[in-house]
């Protein structure tokens, strides 16, 4: 090496010790993670965003955060300083981020549970039990604006409806922002021995270039959740605390009229006035129970319809908040994928526990429940439990039914390898006698960090059924920064039938296999392309007696942008096997025969950055379908002037034509949805969708006050009509629900 070299390499090294002069370099725990100790605040807090009460100057702030994105490793281009205090009621996290470019702060949404990914955020991960494996997140951006989830087994299970009774603060400064956070104690659930040690992390998010940083480094292929590389909070003091009591009754008045027709209308509004209520109590530092009595989900936003031209039922989410929270406990299936919030995507071919069955109508309708009871959380360190049965009413001819699942996990040894147990069941509570029953195991091993295999193995009885009833699958998952690769396989026997999960045939063999690399320069990088993303999706469904049933090769290349923005072609040979003629258009003369059908499609798809103003969405597909040709094109177009208000119009269009028979059809959705945040408070949303082949027109409009923590008020507008000649009476109704949450 020269003496120049040297001496440049020492000037680099001397300036990059000036920068960071003003903080010594963080600690580290025996096992090598990062510390930050917290300090007892002895004097007051004022929340109001500042930092500048006497108590923050004690705290030693956490700082040297680290780019996860878009130079993995490498220091966060601004500086950001956090502070832990704490007294006998409440965890304080304070944080002042410098930002020099402050006009360039990104903010889009003000509401409860904001989208992080669209702006500049700061979020807080606390692993109270300090098993690497489950916590809490804490968001806020500028406006300070709250998100709240819970995170277990590192993402495979997120509850994105957990809520918290907790406060932020934020204020801006010329050179960045400040932000003061207070979280009670007793809102958390935490293990009270007096030598717990907590997991922490800190991440922030600067949206204008794309870069997400980490005060305990988390490597790009994965995000906050991944709990095992947290930190470690260190003295902290919880004392008592920890205990939660919380009583929510509602009341509520619906007026209703149902869709009717010029010759047979439908009555006049019938009013009706529902009263019942939530409960939620801390039966132990880790077990939550959750009792509700005669629930009302008037308030819920309603379904976005799709184009659907498969033969089977299409999936939409759950969306009630009961049957939301805590979900996670219940999930079996795959580890969590490389995404932004690394969320389990639904197995759509056997999703063993889906809540939706519960309570509704195979076509979304309403049942009435009687009510339900849930236990969740830890039994010890090492043991979580799930507990949950719910009762509904008769309805017509429909029996009354009670609906249970019973979930058991157990940790094995180091972070990511556990066994479970699960049991489901629905049971006829009147009429004729009827059980449906669902038991289990499943095994999670993680031989290292981005390895895993999951695996399950159920069986199901029946009344009146007989046959081979089981579901297995086991899938190997590595999650590498540049090489990814998911194998698996799954059987379904003839016999499996599971009342309360979704899952489109029975008596099939499916194998899988998605792989890929995902390249990255500097080069790339300067003209504008973040990473490149070629990659082979396959999957093979056939039947017990190796007869094809269905087949897709998905080979495609994605452009990931430095600005967020991903654009991707693919080309996709499909196989479809038709067990019964199918009509994908309603009013088709005549319906596509049953048989095996070959084609290959090609697709474009578009997402632009989703922080801009306007903003869009597109996937055009064209080439084959079925025995014929298509062109569909599915394209969604946002405008947001403000965090306060966005709106976008989406349409989604196929025309296609086929030779046996041989006939055209389209089919057109249209869906318009608005919103407006008075605060961080007070928002009103509102989706219209238009079928143009049922010439279908619905309409939802919802309006949420928060008028006290976790206390609401909606008041919901529905409106359904049919747009024909003869024009059916329109179906109309009208929900006020007031709720108020009482803490003890």
Request: charged share 20%; proline share 4%.
């Amino acid at each position: 090496m020269t003496r120049r070299s040297t001496l440049s390499i020492a000037g680099t090294l001397l300036s990059a010790m000036s920068l960071h002069a003003q903080t010594a370099a963080p600690t580290r725990t025996p096992d090598a993670r990062r510390t930050v100790r917290a300090a007892r605040a002895v004097t007051g807090i004022r929340l109001d965003g500042s930092l500048d009460d006497a108590a923050w100057s004690r705290a030693t702030p956490a700082s040297d955060f680290v780019q996860a994105e878009p130079l993995s490793g490498q220091p966060s281009s601004e500086r950001t300083e956090v502070r832990v205090l704490f007294d006998d009621q409440y965890l304080y996290i304070g944080a002042r981020l410098h930002d020099a470019h402050m006009s360039q702060v990104v903010v889009n949404d003000i509401r409860k549970d904001f989208i992080e990914e669209d702006q500049d955020d700061f979020e807080v991960l606390l692993d109270t039990f300090g098993d690497r494996r489950n916590g809490y997140v804490f968001s806020t951006n500028i406006k300070g604006a709250r998100h709240d989830r819970q995170v277990a087994l590192e993402g495979r299970e997120l509850n994105r409806s957990w809520d918290a009774v907790w406060d932020v603060h934020t204020q801006q400064q010329a050179d960045g922002w400040t932000l003061e956070m207070r979280i009670p104690f007793k809102a958390l659930r935490f293990d009270r021995s007096s030598d717990a040690t907590w997991g922490i992390n800190f991440s922030r998010r600067l949206r204008r270039v794309n870069e997400i940083s980490f005060w305990s480094p988390v490597p790009r292929a994965f995000s906050l959740n991944r709990v095992s590389l947290a930190g470690t909070l260190d003295g902290l003091e919880t004392g008592s605390a920890g205990r939660d009591l919380r009583v929510k009754p509602y009341i509520s008045e619906n007026a209703v009229r149902a869709l009717g027709t010029r010759t047979a209308p439908s009555p006049t509004m019938r009013n009706s006035i529902n009263v019942g209520g939530d409960l939620k109590a801390a039966v132990t530092s880790g077990l939550t129970l959750d009792v509700t009595v005669n629930p009302d989900f008037g308030q819920v936003e309603a379904d976005e319809q799709q184009v659907n031209l498969t033969q089977f039922s299409q999936f939409f989410p759950e969306k009630r908040d009961f049957f939301l929270e805590n979900s996670g406990v219940f999930y079996v299936g795959d580890a969590a994928r490389r995404s932004a919030a690394n969320i389990p995507t639904p197995d759509e071919d056997n999703l063993l526990f889906f809540s939706r069955r519960i309570g509704l109508t195979a076509g979304g309708m309403p049942i009435p429940v009687l009510g339900g009871i849930r236990l969740t959380g830890k039994l010890s360190e090492s043991t979580r439990i799930g507990i949950m049965s719910v009762q509904d009413r008769a309805v017509g001819t429909d029996p009354a039914s009670n609906a249970s699942v019973v979930r058991f996990r157990q940790n094995l040894g180091r972070v990511g390898n556990d066994v479970g147990f699960f049991m489901m069941q629905n049971v006829h509570t009147s009429g004729a006698s009827y059980t449906n029953r669902v038991i289990g195991i499943d095994k999670n091993i993680r031989p290292f960090g981005i390895l895993d295999w999951n695996s399950y193995l159920a069986t199901t009885s029946t009344t009146g059924k007989s046959g081979d009833a089981y579901a297995v699958r086991s899938t190997v998952n590595w999650e590498g920064v540049f090489f990814h690769i998911k194998t698996g396989a799954m059987e379904l026997g003839p016999g499996f039938q599971n009342d309360l999960g979704f899952y489109r045939r029975v008596g099939v063999r499916k194998y899988l296999m998605d792989t890929g690399i995902r390249p990255r320069s500097a080069w790339l990088r300067a003209h504008g392309i973040r990473e490149l993303h070629p990659h082979i999706g396959w999957n093979y469904m056939e039947n017990l007696s190796g007869q094809l049933v269905a087949k897709t090769l998905h080979s495609g290349q994605s452009f990931f942008f430095n600005n967020g923005a991903v654009f991707e072609y693919s080309v996709n040979p499909t196989s479809n096997r038709l067990v019964a003629p199918f009509r994908p258009n309603a009013k088709m003369a005549q319906p596509i025969p049953a048989g095996l059908y070959n084609w290959t499609e090609q697709w474009l798809l578009l997402t632009t950055d989703q922080s801009r103003m306007f903003g869009a969405e597109s996937k055009y597909t064209y080439g084959g379908l079925y025995d014929g040709t298509q062109q569909t094109m599915g394209l969604s177009v946002r405008y947001r002037p403000s965090y306060r208000f966005r709106a976008s119009v989406g349409v989604q269009h196929t025309q296609a034509a086929l030779n046996t028979p041989n006939l055209r059809f389209t089919n057109s959705l249209t869906t318009v949805k608005t919103s407006y945040s008075f605060t961080t408070n007070m928002f009103i949303d509102a989706l219209s969708q238009y079928d143009a082949v049922s010439r279908q027109f619905n309409a939802n409009v919802r309006f949420n006050l928060i008028h006290h923590p976790l206390s609401d008020l909606f008041i919901v507008y529905n409106d359904q009509r049919i747009l024909t000649p003869d024009a059916p009476v329109a179906g109309r109704g009208i929900i006020v629900k007031f709720t108020q949450m009482m803490s003890f």
